[in-house]
């Protein structure tokens, strides 16, 4: 599990997946306020996220955003308004996903065969 510091945003893993031919993924379940919003926030209702998460950060130093590493589409959650950025989609990124770091209201994704800023503002 993976929260807030304020503890008003939580991120549970509650089981595993594997749909095709070794590609692993988690299965997650998005809760703000205790009220669950997975279905609100996942794309399509695809509650899967990324596989290797060792160096997934969730949440910025300024605690203003969170990172969510949905397998496909990642988002970001704005924790003030709650409002959703979506990052660039990467297919396959379960495979290609290393790590996230965030710097001066941007998100940079790291792939094993590249790297992408997105702007917060």
């Not at 596989?51 to 950060?57: D, M, T, V």
């Not at 605690?63 to 704005?78: K, Q, R, S, T």
């Not at 308004?81 to 965030?102: A, D, H, M």
Request: aromatic share 14%.
């Amino acid at each position: 599990m993976y929260k807030t510091k304020s503890e008003h945003i939580e991120l549970r893993i509650v089981g595993y997946d594997e749909p095709n031919n070794g590609r692993e993924l988690h299965i997650a379940e998005l809760f703000i306020n205790g009220k669950n919003c997975s279905d609100d926030y996942f794309k399509n209702k695809w509650n899967r996220l990324n596989f290797n998460l060792s160096e997934f950060i969730f949440e910025s130093d300024d605690l203003n955003y969170v990172f969510i590493p949905a397998e496909g589409d990642a988002f970001v959650i704005n924790t003030q308004t709650l409002s959703i950025i979506y990052v660039p989609p990467k297919g396959g990124s379960t495979l290609f996903f290393k790590k996230n770091e965030f710097l001066n209201n941007k998100i940079i994704l790291h792939y094993t065969d590249e790297s992408i800023e997105v702007s917060l503002d």
